[in-house]
């Protein structure tokens, strides 16, 4: 066979790269996925391995391997490929995984084993013949078994996912039938799940005990079925005592019942239940890592195929402690299975698959999509019909006959059709006429199926309360005194009376509901027959009291008007010394916002609310007595210790803000200067005095300590612990000493003058000092000697800190100035200054990212290190802060403050910040030029971007439309790969189709299969929105079309409309709205005819010049972008100006113009879906959300480089994704509190209420009475 050599040039001269074996790309899809990887790197200019490796970040034999043309490479290791040979990573996503099909169906047409049966089970449980396949459980199934042997009734409990029905038929019951030497035999062995009707089911086989010379074994699988199932307690009741018999050996019956964790609290409601459970139960943990790996590799042995090891240790590592992981891990190895290469597992299949988290909704969303709409609507009723949804517990899956499936409202070929996918894919099991879901790993795992639950959780709850109520009718002989009444009718009334819902339910639950209809109807009548006769009486009675209540009523009127109006004026006045307040004393400034609002919810309390719940306090911890000296986090972020100068050391538990220890003693009951924990975790430190203490971080219990017997002006002045793990402390007169042995490791050779500030380097090699004469030194530990000299111009340094790799020192000073140092050749790289207070205490983010620097005005400065700028400004402290320390996650700060007696609370405090506020959760930078649109499809599931790279050369203009998936932030596939010009994209109402412009054409993408649908006849088109029902799209560009979606032709034209440019279309559907040019009207169109209905108008009358200019240039106001309220009652226009205008819809009056941008700074609108919050962004590069009802700015979200140009709210309204010409995409939590959940966040926060100074001064009318 011949070899390829690849040339490239360098120079003059070519230099021969490494010499590789041509692949033939027809002998199979690997080699055409190398042969293609090949013809890139060609076109690339026949780049070295060596050079692609530098940028990729692989090595040469990895990247060469990849086209080597021997098995197809993993996607991270493709995709490095392809950016380094300048390819486009979602299009070689898609191919990749298009070649992991063909490579398993190719794979599997060639090793003669196409129809071989799966060594793993999916999501299906393992049944009794499947002992041959189930691995990693011996030692807990003996451990079950010996249970068994000594009690006759026993219990093992373990979370869901852990694998409880496997264990028992797969791993039990096989065991117990093949070996009985030892401990009793059993006579028979049966497993049951309890399903609704429980005594009445099981009592003839409970009762039967056993027979010949064994007991009988009867194991309950799903024993929580009798909470979520029975809703009948004397039912559930009667069930439980049936099984406890089995604690009398004269029954001849012993009892296993198999529980979820979680329900373990509801077995206590049974007395004698609890009492057998006492030492009678067994719990299922997670397996070991060894155990997994039998789990992994057994079966696949059993079956004569092979595991990549790398996808063993892959997968191990990935489930190892993962909750209810086996599940996961079960379901991905069948898919993984399913894309076999030959006899191989491999990880390129698992990676296809969609990985442990995402095999499952892979599964789920493939099957799905085949669906016909009529199938997917059959779908979801029959998946929401096998739920039952919790009540304060995790939901459950719900057996159901087929024959109440098969009658809700579709036909029974349809329901067959959909069971037979959905069974076929293991994500339904069908035994006999029962259906169930496979494992409840599917209700948490599949997103679609979580949202259907959640958007329909009421009525999934009603709905099954309605089941129960009409089977229980129907066994009753239909007895009326079993029908719904009151508010249980209403209810039902409400969510299945509409002709549109009666297709939900079987005919037995229609027959039932109606009954109770009809017997209301009755009822009302008769009471309308009582009434008539009491009518004559009732209205004579009545002309004589409406005389004598209209006089009180008139009384009450007034004074309660008196009232309110007294009422609503100390709201506002509360609410506005709250605003006053907010900056120097956020504490009693949020206690007098939460007055205000209590008092009144007046619009200027609301605000007030809102700003004080807007300050990122999240726990404010009292108790020491003294300044807060010291602060440090455990390694693990779950504990925070405080040193004080009241001599003890607290202990803190982050999460809840709960005191764990107080720890005293020694020689701190002088004052605790520092405290620091070991890297590991295990060991806290804190020096004080003369003494220095090594504690147990758990007990806080004494290891080692360190007495320093010294001078009182020559004490300790610093701890600190080096990378292996020492404890070091440093005396003033420069002494530094391991703490455990106590023994002088150097001493610093010169001045130190450490009466000011020490600092360890986190490697502990570097110690740095500062002196009263403006230096600070950099002391080598090693030797003693001093690094280097830092002179402080600006003052005396008052505060050091490293940053997280020891390459920066930082130093305060006492005016205010912050100078960053590098450590390595002393030298000054950046000054920050903001105010004039003393810099009192400084310490670096974990990412080295952001400084914050506490100050003797008793505020906390957020420097970003990368502009110099700060980024927040936190107070709240009345007093100077002299300590802060970052939690190792980066998102909480904690702040310690000086003693001080001051009005009211208490004197010393430790607050904690979340310093994450207003910061985007993820930032993604999107290939391919600026972000045009962003959407999100509505299900929640998908974020569709669409980039153009723009360029002088139009041939080269590019655009391309990724879908992504927001909770993993990774591209799911791209849309018709290279684009043009895409200005306007957006989803259809379904979630099926993608509406975009490509070169001003539209077109309809669908959304499964990534191909184009069709591209509608218009000559030039800028802009698109769909009507709410997905029936209609409206454009702009050449004129105004309204088309018909279904038959992709135009309905209505206006070919010689003004010029319109920005769309809107109302959600209740009866309008939508134009804009465009300079003449800044809107108008709001008919739907069906695209007429004009109204016009709404600057009150100004005129365009409006944006700002003044020369004779030759006027830029006039422009509306720039529109959206409707979700109630369609207000419109929202955002304008060339840097303003909002919102519109009344019913009077075409405008409500209120808020400014949401600089001069000439072009905004964006969007409503969030509940209509309380609207976003804007405009090119001042901010993005601010409004509180609708208020008026009142609740967020400003900063970060984009560049001025966002397109947003959008997730259908659940707590993400929005903003987009900018950069590229940037950000996703933002924007999940703003109610103004009851501010309250609690307040109360929470603060930890305090009104002192009686306070009271007597801001509400000197109430003496008592608690505002939190």
Same mark, same amino acid.
């Given at each position: 066979?011949?070899?390829?050599?690849?040339?490239?040039?360098?120079?003059?001269?070519?230099?021969?790269?490494?010499?590789?074996?041509?692949?033939?790309?027809?002998?199979?899809?690997?080699?055409?996925?190398?042969?293609?990887?090949?013809?890139?790197?060609?076109?690339? /200019?026949?780049?070295?391995?060596?050079?692609?490796?530098?940028?990729? /970040?692989?090595?040469?034999?990895?990247?060469?391997?990849?086209?080597?043309?021997?098995?197809?490479?993993?996607?991270?290791?493709?995709?490095?490929?392809?950016?380094?040979?300048?390819?486009?990573?979602?299009?070689?996503?898609?191919?990749?995984?298009?070649?992991?099909?063909?490579?398993?169906?190719?794979?599997?047409?060639?090793?003669?084993?196409?129809?071989?049966?799966?060594?793993?089970?999916?999501?299906?449980?393992?049944?009794?013949?499947?002992?041959?396949?189930?691995?990693?459980?011996?030692?807990?199934?003996?451990?079950?078994?010996?249970?068994?042997?000594?009690?006759?009734?026993?219990?093992?409990?373990?979370?869901?996912?852990?694998?409880?029905?496997?264990?028992?038929?797969?791993?039990?019951?096989?065991?117990?039938?093949?070996?009985?030497?030892?401990?009793?035999?059993?006579?028979?062995?049966?497993?049951?799940?309890?399903?609704?009707?429980?005594?009445?089911?099981?009592?003839?086989?409970?009762?039967?005990?056993?027979?010949?010379?064994?007991?009988?074994?009867?194991?309950?699988?799903?024993?929580?079925?009798?909470?979520?199932?029975?809703?009948?307690?004397?039912?559930?009741?009667?069930?439980?005592?049936?099984?406890?018999?089995?604690?009398?050996?004269?029954?001849?019956?012993?009892?296993?019942?198999?529980?979820?964790?979680?329900?373990?609290?509801?077995?206590?409601?049974?007395?004698?239940?609890?009492?057998?459970?006492?030492?009678?139960?067994?719990?299922?943990?997670?397996?070991?890592?060894?155990?997994?790996?039998?789990?992994?590799?057994?079966?696949?042995?059993?079956?004569?195929?092979?595991?990549?090891?790398?996808?063993?240790?892959?997968?191990?590592?990935?489930?190892?402690?993962?909750?209810?992981?086996?599940?996961?891990?079960?379901?991905?190895?069948?898919?993984?299975?399913?894309?076999?290469?030959?006899?191989?597992?491999?990880?390129?299949?698992?990676?296809?698959?969609?990985?442990?988290?995402?095999?499952?909704?892979?599964?789920?969303?493939?099957?799905?999509?085949?669906?016909?709409?009529?199938?997917?609507?059959?779908?979801?009723?029959?998946?929401?019909?096998?739920?039952?949804?919790?009540?304060?517990?995790?939901?459950?899956?719900?057996?159901?006959?087929?024959?109440?499936?098969?009658?809700?409202?579709?036909?029974?070929?349809?329901?067959?059709?959909?069971?037979?996918?959905?069974?076929?894919?293991?994500?339904?099991?069908?035994?006999?006429?029962?259906?169930?879901?496979?494992?409840?790993? =599917?209700?948490?795992?599949?997103?679609?199926?979580?949202?259907?639950?959640?958007?329909?959780?009421?009525?999934?709850?009603?709905?099954?309360?309605?089941?129960?109520?009409?089977?229980?009718?129907?066994?009753?002989?239909?007895?009326?005194?079993?029908?719904?009444?009151?508010?249980?009718?209403?209810?039902?009334?409400?969510?299945?009376?509409?002709?549109?819902?009666?297709?939900?339910?079987?005919?037995?639950?229609?027959?039932?509901?109606?009954?109770?209809?009809?017997?209301?109807?009755?009822?009302?009548?008769?009471?309308?027959?009582? %009434?008539?006769?009491?009518?004559?009486?009732?209205?004579?009675?009545?002309?004589?009291?409406?005389?004598?209540?209209?006089?009180?009523?008139?009384?009450?009127?007034?004074?309660?008007?008196?009232?309110?109006?007294?009422?609503?004026?100390?709201?506002?006045?509360?609410?506005?010394?709250?605003?006053?307040?907010?900056?120097?004393?956020?504490?009693?400034?949020?206690?007098?916002?939460?007055?205000?609002?209590?008092?009144?919810?007046?619009?200027?309390?609301?605000?007030?609310?809102?700003?004080?719940?807007?300050?990122?306090?999240?726990?404010?911890?009292?108790?020491?007595?003294?300044?807060?000296?010291?602060?440090?986090?455990?390694?693990?972020?779950?504990?925070?210790?405080?040193?004080?100068? #009241?001599?003890?050391?607290?202990?803190?538990?982050?999460?809840?803000?709960?005191?764990?220890?107080?720890?005293?003693?020694?020689?701190?009951?002088?004052?605790?200067?520092?405290?620091?924990?070991?890297?590991?975790?295990?060991?806290?430190?804190?020096?004080?005095?003369?003494?220095?203490?090594?504690?147990?971080?758990?007990?806080?219990?004494?290891?080692?300590?360190?007495?320093?017997?010294?001078?009182?002006?020559?004490?300790?002045?610093?701890?600190?612990?080096?990378?292996?793990?020492?404890?070091?402390?440093?005396?003033?007169?420069?002494?530094?000493?391991?703490?455990?042995?106590?023994?002088?490791?150097?001493?610093?050779?010169?001045?130190?003058?450490?009466?000011?500030?020490?600092?360890?380097?986190?490697?502990?090699?570097?110690?740095?000092?500062?002196?009263?004469?403006?230096?600070?030194?950099?002391?080598?530990?090693?030797?003693?000697?001093?690094?280097?000299?830092?002179?402080?111009?600006?003052?005396?340094?008052?505060?050091?800190?490293?940053?997280?790799? /020891?390459?920066?020192?930082?130093?305060?000073?006492?005016?205010?100035?912050?100078?960053?140092?590098?450590?390595?050749?002393?030298?000054?790289?950046?000054?920050?200054?903001?105010?004039?207070?003393?810099?009192?205490?400084?310490?670096?983010?974990?990412?080295?990212? @952001?400084?914050?620097?506490?100050?003797?005005?008793?505020?906390?400065?957020?420097?970003?290190?990368?502009?110099?700028?700060?980024?927040?400004?936190?107070?709240?402290?009345?007093?100077?802060?002299?300590?802060?320390?970052?939690?190792?996650?980066?998102?909480? =700060?904690?702040?310690?403050?000086?003693?001080?007696?001051?009005?009211?609370?208490?004197?010393?405090?430790?607050?904690?910040?979340?310093?994450?506020?207003?910061?985007?959760?993820?930032?993604?930078?999107?290939?391919?030029?600026?972000?045009?649109?962003?959407?999100?499809?509505?299900?929640?599931?998908?974020?569709?971007?669409?980039?153009?790279?723009?360029?002088?050369?139009?041939?080269?203009?590019?655009?391309?439309?990724?879908?992504?998936?927001?909770?993993?932030?990774?591209?799911?596939?791209?849309?018709?790969?290279?684009?043009?010009?895409?200005?306007?994209?957006?989803?259809?109402?379904?979630?099926?189709?993608?509406?975009?412009?490509?070169?001003?054409?539209?077109?309809?993408?669908?959304?499964?299969?990534?191909?184009?649908?069709?591209?509608?006849?218009?000559?030039?088109?800028?802009?698109?929105?769909?009507?709410?029902?997905?029936?209609?799209?409206?454009?702009?560009? #050449?004129?105004? %079309?309204?088309?018909?979606?279904?038959?992709?032709?135009?309905?209505?034209?206006?070919?010689?409309?003004?010029?319109?440019?920005?769309?809107?279309?109302?959600?209740?559907?009866?309008?939508?709205?134009?804009?465009?040019?300079?003449?800044?009207?809107?108008?709001?169109?008919?739907?069906? @005819?695209?007429?004009?209905?109204?016009?709404?108008?600057?009150?100004?009358?005129?365009?409006?010049?944006?700002?003044?200019?020369?004779?030759?240039?006027?830029?006039?106001?422009?509306?720039?972008?529109?959206?409707?309220?979700?109630?369609?009652?207000?419109?929202?226009?955002?304008?060339?100006?840097?303003?909002?205008?919102?519109?009344?819809?019913?009077?075409?009056?405008?409500?209120?113009?808020?400014?949401?941008?600089?001069?000439?700074?072009?905004?964006?609108?969007?409503?969030?879906?509940?209509?309380?919050?609207?976003?804007?962004?405009?090119?001042?590069?901010?993005?601010?959300?409004?509180?609708?009802?208020?008026?009142?700015?609740?967020?400003?979200?900063?970060?984009?480089?560049?001025?966002?140009?397109?947003?959008?709210?997730?259908?659940?309204?707590?993400?929005?994704?903003?987009?900018?010409?950069?590229?940037?995409?950000?996703?933002?939590?924007?999940?703003?509190?109610?103004?009851?959940?501010?309250?609690?966040?307040?109360?929470?926060?603060?930890?305090?209420?009104?002192?009686?100074?306070?009271?007597?001064?801001?509400?000197?009318?109430?003496?008592?009475?608690?505002?939190?």
């Amino acid at each position: 066979m011949s070899e390829t050599v690849w040339v490239r040039r360098e120079g003059d001269r070519a230099v021969a790269g490494r010499r590789e074996v041509p692949v033939d790309p027809g002998a199979g899809p690997v080699q055409r996925f190398a042969f293609e990887l090949r013809k890139l790197r060609t076109e690339a /200019g026949g780049l070295t391995y060596r050079a692609m490796a530098e940028q990729a /970040g692989y090595s040469i034999t990895t990247l060469s391997q990849a086209a080597a043309g021997e098995q197809l490479p993993t996607l991270p290791v493709a995709l490095a490929f392809v950016t380094a040979c300048g390819g486009d990573p979602g299009e070689w996503e898609i191919r990749w995984n298009q070649a992991v099909e063909e490579a398993a169906a190719f794979d599997t047409d060639n090793d003669g084993e196409g129809g071989a049966e799966p060594p793993y089970r999916g999501l299906a449980r393992f049944e009794t013949g499947d002992s041959g396949l189930f691995f990693g459980r011996d030692r807990l199934t003996a451990e079950l078994a010996g249970l068994l042997r000594r009690r006759r009734f026993a219990a093992v409990f373990g979370p869901s996912g852990i694998g409880k029905s496997s264990l028992l038929r797969a791993g039990l019951v096989p065991l117990l039938r093949e070996s009985q030497e030892q401990g009793p035999r059993f006579s028979g062995i049966r497993i049951l799940t309890p399903g609704d009707q429980l005594a009445r089911t099981h009592e003839l086989l409970l009762k039967a005990g056993g027979t010949g010379t064994g007991d009988r074994l009867v194991v309950v699988d799903q024993f929580e079925e009798v909470f979520t199932l029975c809703h009948d307690a004397a039912e559930r009741a009667r069930f439980i005592d049936l099984l406890l018999t089995a604690r009398n050996p004269e029954s001849r019956l012993r009892v296993l019942i198999a529980v979820r964790a979680d329900f373990y609290g509801r077995c206590a409601e049974h007395r004698e239940l609890a009492e057998a459970l006492g030492d009678a139960n067994l719990l299922a943990g997670p397996m070991s890592s060894a155990e997994l790996r039998e789990v992994v590799v057994k079966p696949a042995a059993a079956a004569g195929l092979t595991v990549e090891r790398a996808l063993t240790t892959r997968l191990v590592d990935e489930i190892t402690d993962a909750p209810g992981g086996l599940p996961l891990l079960s379901h991905v190895l069948l898919e993984t299975w399913r894309r076999r290469r030959g006899k191989t597992l491999t990880l390129a299949g698992y990676e296809a698959a969609g990985g442990l988290d995402g095999a499952i909704a892979k599964t789920a969303e493939d099957v799905y999509n085949g669906f016909t709409e009529g199938e997917a609507a059959t779908a979801r009723r029959v998946l929401l019909r096998l739920i039952s949804p919790g009540d304060g517990t995790p939901d459950t899956r719900r057996p159901a006959g087929r024959a109440e499936l098969e009658t809700t409202g579709t036909g029974r070929d349809e329901v067959a059709q959909v069971l037979e996918a959905l069974t076929r894919a293991r994500l339904l099991t069908l035994d006999g006429p029962t259906v169930e879901v496979a494992h409840e790993a =599917l209700i948490t795992a599949w997103p679609r199926l979580r949202g259907w639950i959640e958007e329909d959780r009421d009525r999934l709850r009603a709905h099954r309360q309605l089941t129960e109520a009409a089977r229980a009718w129907e066994e009753l002989g239909r007895d009326g005194g079993a029908l719904y009444r009151g508010s249980r009718l209403v209810t039902a009334r409400e969510y299945f009376g509409g002709p549109g819902h009666t297709g939900d339910l079987t005919d037995q639950e229609a027959a039932f509901l109606s009954a109770s209809l009809a017997a209301l109807d009755q009822e009302e009548r008769a009471r309308a027959r009582t %009434t008539r006769r009491l009518r004559v009486l009732v209205t004579s009675l009545a002309c004589l009291l409406a005389l004598a209540l209209t006089a009180t009523a008139v009384a009450y009127w007034q004074r309660q008007s008196a009232v309110d109006a007294q009422q609503v004026g100390l709201s506002r006045q509360l609410a506005a010394q709250s605003a006053a307040l907010l900056d120097s004393d956020t504490d009693l400034a949020s206690l007098l916002a939460i007055k205000a609002y209590r008092t009144s919810p007046t619009r200027e309390a609301t605000r007030s609310l809102y700003a004080a719940a807007a300050v990122p306090l999240e726990r404010r911890l009292t108790g020491h007595t003294g300044t807060v000296s010291a602060l440090a986090y455990n390694p693990d972020g779950k504990t925070l210790a405080t040193g004080s100068f #009241d001599g003890t050391v607290r202990l803190w538990d982050t999460a809840t803000g709960r005191n764990r220890k107080v720890l005293t003693g020694g020689d701190h009951t002088a004052l605790v200067r520092t405290v620091a924990f070991s890297p590991d975790g295990r060991t806290l430190a804190t020096s004080g005095g003369e003494e220095v203490r090594l504690r147990d971080a758990a007990t806080g219990r004494v290891r080692d300590s360190l007495t320093v017997r010294v001078a009182e002006e020559d004490s300790l002045a610093s701890v600190g612990f080096a990378h292996d793990g020492r404890a070091l402390a440093v005396r003033e007169n420069g002494q530094v000493l391991d703490v455990a042995s106590g023994r002088v490791l150097t001493t610093l050779k010169g001045p130190t003058g450490l009466e000011l500030a020490a600092a360890f380097s986190p490697d502990g090699r570097t110690l740095a000092t500062s002196t009263r004469d403006h230096t600070a030194q950099l002391w080598d530990l090693a030797t003693g000697r001093v690094l280097f000299t830092l002179k402080s111009s600006t003052g005396v340094v008052s505060s050091l800190a490293f940053d997280p790799d /020891g390459k920066t020192l930082v130093t305060g000073t006492e005016d205010g100035t912050v100078h960053l140092w590098d450590v390595a050749d002393g030298k000054q790289r950046t000054t920050l200054t903001s105010a004039s207070s003393r810099v009192e205490t400084m310490a670096f983010s974990p990412d080295g990212k @952001t400084l914050a620097a506490g100050s003797y005005d008793g505020t906390v400065r957020l420097w970003d290190l990368a502009t110099g700028r700060v980024r927040t400004t936190l107070t709240g402290h009345i007093n100077p802060v002299m300590s802060v320390a970052f939690s190792p996650d980066g998102n909480q =700060l904690a702040a310690g403050n000086e003693d001080s007696h001051f009005a009211g609370g208490d004197r010393v405090s430790v607050r904690l910040w979340n310093v994450t506020a207003h910061r985007p959760r993820a930032t993604l930078t999107v290939p391919g030029g600026s972000l045009e649109a962003v959407a999100f499809s509505p299900d929640g599931d998908t974020l569709a971007t669409a980039s153009v790279r723009m360029t002088q050369d139009i041939e080269d203009t590019a655009g391309v439309v990724r879908l992504w998936d927001p909770a993993t932030r990774r591209t799911k596939a791209t849309l018709g790969g290279k684009l043009d010009i895409v200005e306007t994209m957006l989803f259809s109402p379904d979630g099926r189709t993608v509406a975009l412009t490509n070169n001003s054409q539209a077109q309809l993408w669908d959304v499964a299969t990534r191909r184009l649908r069709t591209t509608l006849p218009s000559r030039f088109v800028n802009r698109m929105v769909y009507s709410p029902d997905g029936g209609t799209l409206v454009s702009v560009g #050449d004129g105004l %079309t309204l088309w018909d979606v279904a038959t992709g032709r135009a309905r209505v034209t206006f070919r010689k409309d003004e010029e319109s440019s920005v769309l809107a279309f109302s959600p209740t559907g009866d309008a939508f709205a134009t804009a465009g040019g300079n003449d800044e009207k809107i108008r709001l169109r008919d739907p069906d @005819t695209g007429r004009v209905r109204i016009t709404l108008t600057d009150p100004a009358g005129r365009p409006t010049p944006t700002r003044p200019s020369d004779d030759d240039f006027i830029m006039f106001r422009q509306i720039e972008s529109m959206a409707f309220s979700p109630d369609g009652r207000t419109l929202a226009a955002g304008s060339s100006d840097g303003t909002v205008r919102l519109w009344d819809t019913a009077t075409g009056q405008l409500a209120t113009t808020l400014t949401a941008g600089t001069t000439e700074a072009p905004v964006e609108v969007a409503f969030s879906p509940n209509g309380r919050t609207l976003a804007t962004a405009a090119s001042d590069g901010a993005v601010r959300l409004w509180d609708t009802a208020t008026g009142y700015t609740r967020a400003t979200l900063t970060g984009h480089n560049g001025g966002p140009q397109t947003m959008a709210f997730s259908p659940d309204g707590r993400t929005l994704a903003t987009g900018d010409y950069e590229g940037g995409l950000r996703l933002w939590n924007v999940d703003l509190p109610t103004p009851d959940k501010s309250i609690t966040h307040i109360c929470r926060a603060i930890h305090r209420d009104l002192t009686r100074q306070e009271r007597a001064l801001y509400l000197p009318d109430e003496e008592s009475g608690g505002v939190c």
